[in-house]
Protein backbone atom coordinates (compact mmCIF):
# COMPACT_ATOMS: atom_id res chain seq x y z
CA UNK A 1 0.00 0.00 0.00
CA UNK A 2 1.64 3.25 -0.88
CA UNK A 3 1.32 6.31 1.51
CA UNK A 4 -0.84 7.86 -1.21
CA UNK A 5 -3.82 5.10 -0.69
CA UNK A 6 -3.39 5.08 2.79
CA UNK A 7 -4.13 9.19 2.32
CA UNK A 8 -7.35 8.47 0.53
CA UNK A 9 -8.52 6.09 2.57
CA UNK A 10 -8.34 8.09 5.86
CA UNK A 11 -9.84 11.07 4.29
CA UNK A 12 -13.17 9.06 3.10
CA UNK A 13 -13.17 7.86 6.62
CA UNK A 14 -13.03 10.80 8.31
CA UNK A 15 -15.29 12.40 5.51
CA UNK A 16 -17.92 9.73 6.58
CA UNK A 17 -17.14 10.18 10.33
CA UNK A 18 -18.20 13.94 9.70
CA UNK A 19 -21.03 13.90 7.74
CA UNK A 20 -22.59 11.24 10.10
CA UNK A 21 -22.11 13.67 13.12
CA UNK A 22 -23.36 16.73 11.05
CA UNK A 23 -26.52 14.93 9.65
CA UNK A 24 -27.25 13.50 13.45
CA UNK A 25 -27.76 17.50 14.07
CA UNK A 26 -29.37 18.45 11.25
CA UNK A 27 -32.17 15.14 12.04
CA UNK A 28 -32.20 16.40 15.91
CA UNK A 29 -32.88 19.76 15.20
CA UNK A 30 -35.25 19.45 12.21
CA UNK A 31 -37.22 16.33 12.82
CA UNK A 32 -37.14 15.58 16.60
CA UNK A 33 -40.19 17.18 18.36
CA UNK A 34 -39.44 19.87 21.07
CA UNK A 35 -39.43 19.05 24.45
CA UNK A 36 -43.15 19.45 26.70
CA UNK A 37 -42.68 22.82 29.04
CA UNK A 38 -42.68 20.94 31.98
CA UNK A 39 -44.63 22.00 35.33
CA UNK A 40 -43.20 24.99 37.43
CA UNK A 41 -39.99 24.62 38.53
CA UNK A 42 -40.85 23.74 42.29
CA UNK A 43 -42.53 20.25 40.99
CA UNK A 44 -40.23 17.42 39.97
CA UNK A 45 -40.55 14.26 38.47
CA UNK A 46 -42.56 11.49 40.41
CA UNK A 47 -44.45 8.38 39.98
CA UNK A 48 -48.18 8.37 40.75
CA UNK A 49 -49.77 5.64 42.47
CA UNK A 50 -50.18 4.18 38.61
CA UNK A 51 -47.13 3.80 38.34
CA UNK A 52 -47.26 6.97 35.64
CA UNK A 53 -44.53 9.74 35.21
CA UNK A 54 -45.57 12.99 36.15
CA UNK A 55 -43.85 16.26 34.90
CA UNK A 56 -41.19 14.54 33.02
CA UNK A 57 -41.74 15.29 28.69
CA UNK A 58 -39.14 13.69 27.87
CA UNK A 59 -39.07 9.96 27.11
CA UNK A 60 -36.22 8.48 29.48
CA UNK A 61 -37.18 8.39 32.33
CA UNK A 62 -35.13 8.36 35.89
CA UNK A 63 -34.13 6.06 37.96
CA UNK A 64 -35.59 5.70 41.33
CA UNK A 65 -37.83 8.81 41.10
CA UNK A 66 -39.83 9.45 44.65
CA UNK A 67 -43.51 9.10 44.79
CA UNK A 68 -45.98 11.54 44.18
CA UNK A 69 -47.67 13.08 46.93
Known amino acids: MRLSDLAKGSSVFLG ?8 TIYVDQRLAPPPK ?3 P ?6 VD ?7 W ?5 PALS ?3 D
Open 16 to 23: VIVAGYVS
Open 37 to 39: LAA
Open 57 to 61: PWPNV
Open 49 to 55: AAGSWKN
Open 41 to 46: ASTSAC
Open 66 to 68: PKC
